[in-house]
């Protein structure tokens, strides 16, 4: 399939280390934060969300946390595995009222056996 | 699936034709949402329904696009007098309520003008 993200940054880790992938945000008014991973020709897919009076959410093998200070999301995945390489993109939720995405540029996830 | 579906998969149009794209959000989500992600970019916001109503236009590049969801549930991404710029993955996502709730996406369109 088609390549996403020919020159994104990118993330190389060994099967089963911790990886842990950054994205500043733009609007310190945004109050909802996703992220999603995206595949060779398929749509962004949900991994987990967090809302603006959180500082942290697990989910499983993942953990999002939220620094509203510096405007800072990081995403953690436990014990990476091959089928994690991917593209992964942060979201965040402007303030208009409904729910209006604006996705960070992304990184590149390269998981070696 | 229940899934977000999205036809056709690939387009390829002459410059100058026009171009319909559908989106099937999943079945009851209120909210549906039309995005163009160039290669090596992040998807790009392009307009919002709440059922039938379409409530905010503003990502639409130009009078040329035209998008459409009449019953509250199907909806039409139309594409006048393409251009080459205009190739891109057109993404559609879905969700259940109007804000705070997981956009499920679709596996996109990719349309290519020559």
């Known amino acids: 399939g088609e390549s996403v993200g020919l020159h994104l940054p990118t993330l190389s880790v060994q099967e089963g280390d911790n990886s842990i992938i950054n994205c500043a945000y733009s609007?310190?008014?945004?109050?909802?934060f996703i992220w999603y991973k995206q595949e060779s020709g398929k749509g962004p897919q949900f991994i987990i969300d967090i809302r603006s009076n959180m500082d942290k959410r697990q989910g499983q093998r993942v953990t999002v946390l939220l620094n509203k200070t510096v405007k800072h999301l990081s995403l953690q995945i436990a014990a990476t595995q091959p089928g994690d390489s991917a593209v992964y993109f942060c979201?965040?939720?402007?303030?208009?009222?409904?729910?209006?995405?604006?996705f960070g540029t992304g990184t590149r996830l390269l998981v070696s056996p | 699936g229940a899934g977000v579906s999205q036809s056709p998969r690939y387009k390829v149009a002459k410059r100058g034709q026009d171009v319909a794209l559908r989106c099937d959000p999943i079945s009851g989500h209120v909210s549906l949402f039309w995005y163009q992600q160039a290669l090596g970019q992040g998807p790009e916001f392009l307009t919002y329904f709440q059922n039938e109503a379409q409530l905010d236009k503003s990502g639409l590049p130009s009078d040329r696009f035209f998008a459409e969801r009449p019953e509250g549930s199907v909806s039409t991404l139309k594409i006048q007098r393409t251009q080459q710029e205009d190739s891109a993955v057109y993404l559609c996502a879905s969700s259940l309520q109007v804000s705070n709730q997981p956009q499920h996406f679709g596996d996109g369109t990719r349309l290519s003008i020559l």
């Open positions: 979201a965040e939720n402007m303030p208009t009222g409904f729910q209006k995405l604006v």
């Open positions: 609007n310190s008014a945004s109050d909802y």
